[in-house]
């Protein structure tokens, strides 16, 4: 029994340790006022996006590109129709994008932004644009988008995320998981990182990156299984302070069912193990340079969050089962022990979202009694996160289209 307590301790002090420091994050977040920025020059952009068989939902997101407040002469869209099989070009046209066809067997977001870009390149060069925004083709902006990226742009930072909010928060229990997660991440670490001026992360989509970035990589080369997060490390490691901009919201899609869930967040468990192994060492060499902070914040959040748990489940399975093949322990021990894990697992991730769900409460496009009942199962879509990082490490991974299909306009979900 000494053991198992020694045992639990250190398991304790690891996880404060590896995220302690993010309760600090939230007081910052809850007290400290917003940073301003005063309004942006007129930087010229060029949007991208890479579809795949999206012909449902890629033309809503281009109608509110062009709804924007930002001077329309200075944005351009660009589409790559990545090995469609319907009429994603087409829609993509009749609204008024540039769109290039790909047809490869290299799979991947990253390929197809590479191909994009390099036909950008081909025809304008790379400086013809102060920046390339990123998106999805399921993504919705609201009106002002463009215009407060902007201004964070204007303000010397060469690569910004948005606030993603999601435009079926409250369709299921996993879509709702999904949404209260990012919400999370954006009001809770990005938003913190950014008043202490180190380095936030992008998540998905919704960035925007300035030309000297796509001139440094010569495009878009990162091609792990989450390129976003490997954009991220490796624009960390160069010293590069991501900004954050909470005004600029993005909704998007979110998977509602749960297999079609299991089969991208797979991807995603995979891809953080990808990251630690190819950038792992480099951001712990990064921990002991003036780019301590924010080389450390990232670490955390990729290592930790997938080691941790696992370790976890392995120590009290092993514990549990150690007391009862010894009779140094009760059954009733071994079930207690089990229990008050799973319910303080259950307290600590239903109040992270419900002091996401509290203070996030007016920009949540769902119906109030659904917001609350999806609350209780928050915790539940967190543990399913358990089996899927075992069944990464023995199935076979590779990149998969998720197909959307949540044809809606940025009316409809403001009158949610």
């Known amino acids: 029994m000494i053991g198992f307590w020694i045992i639990s301790a250190i398991m304790a002090i690891l996880s404060i340790l590896c995220f302690g420091y993010q309760f600090y994050y939230l007081l910052i977040s809850l007290f400290r006022p917003s940073k301003q920025f005063k309004e942006g020059g007129r930087n010229r952009f060029a949007v991208l996006i890479a579809a795949r068989n999206e012909e449902n939902v890629i033309g809503n997101l281009i109608d509110s ?6 001077s329309q002469e200075l944005v351009d869209v660009y589409v790559v129709a990545d090995n469609c099989t319907d009429a994603t070009a087409e829609v993509s046209r009749k609204h008024g994008a540039t769109v290039f066809t790909r047809l490869s067997e290299k799979k991947g977001k990253g390929y197809a932004l590479d191909f994009l870009l390099q036909k950008i390149r081909e025809r304008y060069g790379f400086d013809v644009y102060d920046g390339y925004f990123v998106f999805d083709a399921d993504n919705l902006l609201d009106p002002h988008f463009i215009e407060e990226m902007n201004r964070v742009f204007s303000a010397d930072y060469k690569i910004v995320t948005g606030y993603r909010n999601s435009k079926n928060f409250g369709a299921s229990w996993v879509s709702f998981g999904y949404a209260i997660w990012f919400l999370r991440e954006a009001r809770y670490l990005n938003k913190p990182r950014m008043l202490l001026n180190t380095s936030c992360t992008i998540s998905g989509t919704g960035f925007l990156m300035h030309r000297d970035i796509v001139k440094k990589y010569n495009g878009w080369r990162q091609h792990l299984l989450v390129e976003d997060i490997q954009f991220s490390a490796e624009n960390i490691l160069d010293g590069e302070i991501i900004g954050y901009c909470e005004n600029a919201i993005l909704y998007d899609e979110q998977p509602e069912d749960f297999a079609l869930s299991w089969t991208q967040r797979l991807r995603w468990v995979r891809g953080h193990i990808q990251i630690v192994g190819h950038y792992g060492l480099k951001l ?107 069944a990464c490490v023995f199935q076979k991974v590779e990149w998969k289209p998720i197909r959307h299909t949540v044809a809606v306009t940025l009316n409809d979900i403001e009158h949610k």
Do not use: H
């Open 65 to 70: 590109i062009k709804a924007q407040t930002y």
């Open 284 to 390: 712990l060499r990064g921990m002991f340079s003036p780019n301590f902070s924010s080389c450390y914040d990232f670490l955390m959040n990729i290592f930790p969050a997938v080691v941790l748990p696992l370790l976890g489940i392995f120590v009290g399975v092993g514990q549990t089962i150690y007391m009862l093949v010894t009779q140094k322990g009760s059954l009733g021990v071994a079930l207690l022990f089990v229990l008050g894990a799973l319910l303080g697992s259950y307290f600590f991730f239903f109040s992270t979202a419900a002091l996401t769900l509290l203070t996030e409460w007016k920009r949540i496009k769902a119906a109030p009694g659904r917001k609350i009942a999806y609350l209780f199962l928050f915790p539940v879509f967190m543990a399913t996160y358990l089996p899927i990082a075992v």
